[in-house]
């Protein structure tokens, strides 16, 4: 049974930093390409950051402010993400996915339950 279980998520000034990470466990295959999505209220849930074994896509807005990453010996996924904005405030989701491209387009198999990210003021 696949599990992916977020953490990290919380309440940030804007301009601060948090972490978030993904622990999974009953994935086949290390190499998978995973990534980070959001979903903002009344919003569509979207790919903002991906990795695939050392490549790696970033969602243009966040591009030199997150960083994904990941530990294959932990099986796990991390976001670092600096310099946040009130416009980051969202739902962040880890998923595993079956494919993205480096235009965002991107279709998972397994998703975490998500973790909020509100970014004050």
């Known amino acids: 049974q696949v599990q992916l279980v977020e953490s990290g998520g919380g309440l940030v000034q804007a301009g601060g930093s948090l972490r978030l990470s993904c622990a999974a466990s009953g994935l086949p295959d290390s190499s998978r390409a995973m990534g980070w999505f959001r979903q903002a209220p009344g919003k569509e849930r979207q790919l903002v950051a991906a990795?695939?074994?050392?490549?790696?896509y970033y969602e243009d807005s966040v591009k030199g402010r997150f960083t994904i990453s990941r530990d294959n010996a932990k099986n796990t996924v991390y976001l670092q993400m600096n310099s946040l904005k009130l416009e980051d405030t969202a739902v962040y989701y880890c998923?595993?996915?079956?494919?993205?491209?480096?235009?965002?387009?991107?279709?998972?198999?397994?998703w975490g339950q998500g973790t909020q990210v509100t970014v004050s003021s």
């Open positions: 990795i695939r074994w050392t490549e790696t």
């Open positions: 998923a595993s996915l079956r494919y993205y491209t480096n235009t965002g387009s991107a279709a998972a198999k397994y």
